[in-house]
């Protein structure tokens, strides 16, 4: 199931999905390259979450050390050995109805990376954050994204997920203290 969200309700959404698997704050996983435009919303979500809001979480994939079909694979083995029991929110760019263009989705499910462009990568995931940055149909619309729309969505999802990680380590921090 998944949910298209308004940018209002965002942080309660994801924290609503991601405080009924963990109380403990989700590895990112932020998916994407920066040398397709309409690609690099993970790897901008990712960069925002390290170097702006340095949230207390583990953040895989930002602009100089993307996550990308090259080394995805290598990735999710790496994050399954050093955190074997955390869940994992998968962050990337996704193709669309022309009319959800610019919008964000929360799904409690995984995701297939690159399934709209032909890729068979590997379902990754335990929640994900999705941007809708262009009509499906065709993979070179990735190349016509403005990249103001993607920076506008990476910011809009990176407060959130900041805000969501912040209220999840405010609530663990009153349960073990009551």
Known sequence: MSTLITMLTLSDSLYNII????????????????????????????????NHHKIEAFVY??????????????????IKKKHP?????????????????????????????????????PKVGDFSLTATVAPAGNSANLYGVQLGLVNRLAIQAANAIASCVSRLQTNLIRTVIV
């Not at 704050?25 to 990712?46: E, H, K, M, Q």
């Not at 602009?63 to 999710?76: D, K, S, Y």
Request: include cysteine.
């Open 19 to 50: 405080s009924t698997i963990s109380s403990q704050a989700p590895i990112c996983l932020c998916i994407g390259s920066d040398r397709v435009t309409g690609d690099c919303f993970g790897p901008l979500v990712g960069e925002y979450l390290k």
């Open 61 to 78: 994939g930002t602009l100089n050390l993307p996550v990308t079909a090259l080394n995805l694979i290598e990735t999710i083995s790496f």
């Open 85 to 121: 029991f955390a869940c994992v929110l998968a962050i990337d760019s996704a193709l669309g109805d022309s009319t959800e263009v610019g919008s964000l989705r929360i799904s409690n499910n995984g995701i297939f990376p690159g399934a709209a462009t032909g890729k068979h990568l």
